[in-house]
Structures are given as C-alpha cells and as structure tokens.
C-alpha cells in the first residue's frame, strides 16, 4: 500500500504523518454542558526499520508458552497435521495482526481492506526467536505433550524442533503461587536471595540477546497467576525503594516484579499476562528511565472479550444490565493453581473491574453509585478431565422496558490456550511496533507514548493505564483506538462510518 497524501512524508527510515485531531472540550455550567470542538496538531514518526526480535517468555513450559512456540513453528516451516477431522494447515486465526482487516478505504463505491498487518511494517511472527524460563525442567516437546493442547500428530511433527528448546531455571517463590505447583519445580535458580536472582535474570536476557544477534528482546509473563503482593509504597512505591527491597530480600517482592525490574535494567518492554499487581509503581519508574514499555494485565480471550462486547451492546442500546453471574470450570495447569483462594482472588479481580466503564458511563440507566454496584458473581472451579477447553456459563441479567427482563445465557468453550496463544503473538508484535512509533503534539519534540502501553488494553482483562488516564474496557472501542492509530500512523483517513463517499460519490 502506498499512501498519496501532502500530509505524509517517508524516507528510507521514516514514515511521517500529520495529523490535526479532532476533539471536543465540555465545560459544565450548572446542569448545562457547553461544547467547544477543537483541533489540535499531532504528528506520528515511524520507524519503518524491522528489527530482529527476541521473545523470552516467563512460564515458556506451559500451555500458553508451547502452544504460542510450536504454533508459531508450525506456520514458519508450513507443517501440516491430520486429525480425524482430515488435514489440517496452519493459520494465525484469533490473531488481531494476521488474520483481522482494517478498511483502508473505497474503491468507486466498494469498500477494500487490507490485513492489519500490512497498514504498517510489522515484525513477521515467524521470524521472533524464542527463549525463556520456567520451574520445570521439561523440553518444549515434552511440555506440549503434558499441556494435552495440541493434535497428537501436530505433536510429534513438532517434536524435532521443540525438544531442543529447554526453559531456563526459573526463580520460584513457592508462598506467592498454589502448594500444588510445587511438583513440577525442579528448574529452580537456588538461594532466596532476590538481588542475585535479579541479576542472574539479567544476564540471562543479555546472553539471549547476544547469542542470537538480536536488535531488541520483550519480556512476557505467562507463568502461574500469582496472588497479590501486599503493596507498600515504602517497599515498591519508587525505583529506588523497590531496589532496595530486592537488595532485602523483601518477602513481598514476587517473581513476576523481579522479572519486570531485570526487563527494565536489560532495556526490555515486559508485559504482564496475568492478573496479580506485578506493575508496582517501582516498576512504572525504572521502565520510564529505561524508555521502555510495561503492559497488563491478564490476558482477554474469551469470556471477559465477550462479557465487554455484550455489555458494551446493552449499554449502548439503552438496556440494564442489572447482574452478571459467571461459572467457569477449568482442567488445565491455570486452573489447578487457581484452585487456591490467594490465586483466585487475583483472578477474581482482574474479571470483575471489565465492564466497570460501561456501566458508569451510562448515567440515565445508573444514576447512582449504588445502582452502578450490580451483582457480578465470579466462580471458578478445577475439573481435571476438561483439560484446556475452559466452560464459561454466564447469565445476564438486564431490565428492559416498563420493568421487564431480558436474560441471556450464555455458554462458551474456551480453548484456553489456542485463544491466547496468537493473542500473546499480538502483544508482542504490537508492542515492538510501538517502540518505532513517536508523537509529537503542536510542533514539540518528538517523544515515545507514556511508559505504561495501555494502547494495548484490546488484548488485556484489566488494563492498566497511566496515571490519571481513565481505562477503557468496551471491546469495540479498545479495537478502534488500535486501528484508528495504525491508520493515523500510515497517512490514512479515521472512519467514522458516516459512509458519505458512498452515499454521495
Ligand atoms: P500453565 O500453568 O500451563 O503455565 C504456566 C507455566 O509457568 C508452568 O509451566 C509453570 O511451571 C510456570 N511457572 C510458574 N511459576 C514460574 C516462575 N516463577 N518462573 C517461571 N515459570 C513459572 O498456564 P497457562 O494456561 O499457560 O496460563 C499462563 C498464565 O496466563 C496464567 O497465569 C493464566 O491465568 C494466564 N491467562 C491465561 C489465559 C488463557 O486463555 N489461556 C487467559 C488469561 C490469562
């Protein structure tokens, strides 16, 4: 695609757009609403270089961390499988960046669109080299056979490429995830000293980057959920306290916040794929030092993607969601770690916080906080024989007209890691793209987005944003914020869906 536009100038390194934003300031007179629209001068700078990315995963032996590896190998070497459902070819379907398109605009009167992927230059998913740690010791081969996530024969086709993939010793801090993970610990960095782990983690991510001639490395939680650490801005309030308190051996100071830290002092983005507050301020400051990026946190796949969809579609038609009421029962490693209550509660957490924006932006149906307060109800059971394929059983319940209900009961399997397996993918992708993109508003100096990524939050359960920036959770419009901002970035026109082109000519 090329854009023709006196806004957009490109050179060998360079993609510049301008853009004059279009916003509208509310000033509150009494209980009138004064509306000044205004424009304001920003301009995007990519750098259309692609570098050679690294990827070390946190919890690379389990189902997330195989499935993503050997997902992404069997599409680089186009391995394909037969099943009793015939033969299979690999795809990147759930991937927002591979397999979803962006209107890029209309051709007489057709609308055309292009892949995500292609608006702007993106890493190949097939070129990333993976590496990482986990407190199991097993090979990738091994450890994809024991998640039982993939076809058996795409198992074995995979087995010459995996097996020579070992996770490094891991740090395990056994008080901050459930007792019962403590058999598949034999992978272990020893000692409880936390500034030596920290500084063995690092160097870990300085051999992998070097060995592997790589441009950049991102970090990725996708170990156990932990429970939350008991924050105190006197131990992880700023980069300073938070060293201070690995150099103690702080006991609230967890695996996932020391992975963060050696992310951060490497000059590494870390995302966080699970709920617990592993992002402490400490962490927001040394990654803001080293000019890199932190996001989280938990993963949305299935059932809180469409509990933000569907909310998202009661609200915006002027219908009550009055209770949310949902069961899930799990089979797999997550869910067995997430049968202890400290781990659950994270879980809890991190589902409960996401349709919280919907619902207070709507003040004719929730005029109150206490109306805003609905019944939303988290259960979540281990049922070893359903494996990865997660039930979701959630009712909703909504007042509609003149007092009336509208329930709806919705029941989703969730193939936990085939979901979120190309979702990570896209956090990585999209992640390393925004490391190449800079802004600049009103003719100041170019500078690199705030250090907490929450353009991200599409792919996130709870995201997490800067300070003083409100989160969005409305499915519909965390996905128009990411494409709207790979379009601005590449020249091209933000749809409002106004459609006049093709009304009009
Ligand atoms: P899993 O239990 O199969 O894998 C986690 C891996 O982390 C295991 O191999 C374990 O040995 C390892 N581990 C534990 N502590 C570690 C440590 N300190 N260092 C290194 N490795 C460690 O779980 P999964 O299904 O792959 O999910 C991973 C995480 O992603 C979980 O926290 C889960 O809640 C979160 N998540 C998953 C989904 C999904 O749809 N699959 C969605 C949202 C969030």
């Known amino acids: ?42 301009k995007f700078k990519t750098d259309t270089r692609i570098p ?32 009793r459902r015939g033969t299979h070819q690999p795809n990147f379907y759930g991937s927002l960046t591979q397999s979803s398109v962006i209107k890029i605009g209309t051709c007489n009167t057709e609308e055309v669109f292009v892949p995500f992927k292609d608006v702007l230059p993106m890493v190949n998913p097939c070129d990333i080299v993976f590496g990482g740690w986990d407190i199991s010791s097993l090979n990738l081969a091994d450890a ?61 991510i300085a051999d992998f980057k070097q060995q592997n001639n790589l441009d950049k490395v991102i970090l990725l939680w996708t170990a156990n959920t932990e429970r939350f650490c008991v924050e105190d801005p006197n131990v992880h309030g700023t980069a300073e306290k938070l060293m201070k308190s690995i150099e103690s051996s ?39 030092k080293a000019g890199v990026f932190v996001a989280g946190d938990d993963f949305k796949t299935g059932q809180t993607k469409f509990k933000t969809c569907l909310v998202e579609y009661l609200v915006g038609a002027g219908i009550k969601p009055k209770a949310i009421i949902s069961y899930n029962h799990l089979g797999n490693n997550d869910g067995k770690n997430l049968s202890q209550e400290s781990c659950f509660k994270s879980k809890e957490r991190s589902k409960k916080t996401c349709v919280d924006d919907i619902l207070e932006s709507n003040k004719v149906l929730y005029p109150t906080e206490e109306e805003l307060n609905i019944d939303h109800t988290i259960v979540i059971k281990y049922c070893p024989e359903t494996g990865d394929s997660k039930k979701a059983m959630d009712e909703y319940i909504a007042e509609i007209f003149l007092g009336g209900r509208q329930t709806f009961a919705v029941y989703n399997v969730c193939e936990d890691s085939l979901l979120a397996a190309p979702l990570i993918m896209d956090l990585l992708l999209l992640c390393e793209l925004f490391e190449r993109i800079q802004f600049s508003k009103d003719s100041t100096e170019f500078q690199r987005f705030d250090t907490v990524l929450s353009w991200l939050s599409y792919l996130m359960k709870a995201p997490k944003s800067e300070s003083g920036i409100t989160t969005i959770n409305a499915l519909s419009r965390q996905r128009a914020m990411l494409e709207n901002l790979v379009k601005v970035c590449a020249g091209l026109t933000v749809d409002d869906n106004l459609r006049l082109e093709v009304r009009y000519g």
């Open 52 to 83: 050679k990315l690294g990827v070390m995963l946190v919890g690379w032996g389990g189902n997330n961390g195989t499935t993503l590896t050997g997902g992404i190998l069997a599409n680089k070497f186009n391995i394909t499988w037969n099943s």
């Open 144 to 204: 994809m056979g024991r998640a039982q996530v993939v076809d058996y024969d795409l198992q074995q086709k995979l087995r010459p490429y995996l097996e020579k993939l070992v996770p490094l010793p891991s740090i395990y801090y056994p008080d901050f995830i459930a007792a019962n993970q403590g058999d598949r610990a034999d992978n272990v960095i020893p000692g409880n000293n936390k500034l030596e782990h920290l500084n063995i983690i690092r160097k870990n």
């Open 1 to 42: 695609m090329k854009v023709l536009s006196t806004t957009t100038q490109q050179d060998d390194h360079f993609l510049i757009s301008d853009y004059d934003y279009k916003s509208t300031n509310i000033e509150k007179n009494g209980d009138k609403y004064i509306a000044k629209p205004q424009i304001t001068n920003f």
């Open 250 to 288: 702080h006991p609230e100071i967890s695996a996932s916040t020391i992975f963060a830290c050696a992310a951060c002092l490497e000059g590494c983005s870390f995302i966080n794929g699970s709920p617990q507050n592993t992002i402490v301020p400490g962490v927001i400051e040394l990654a803001e």
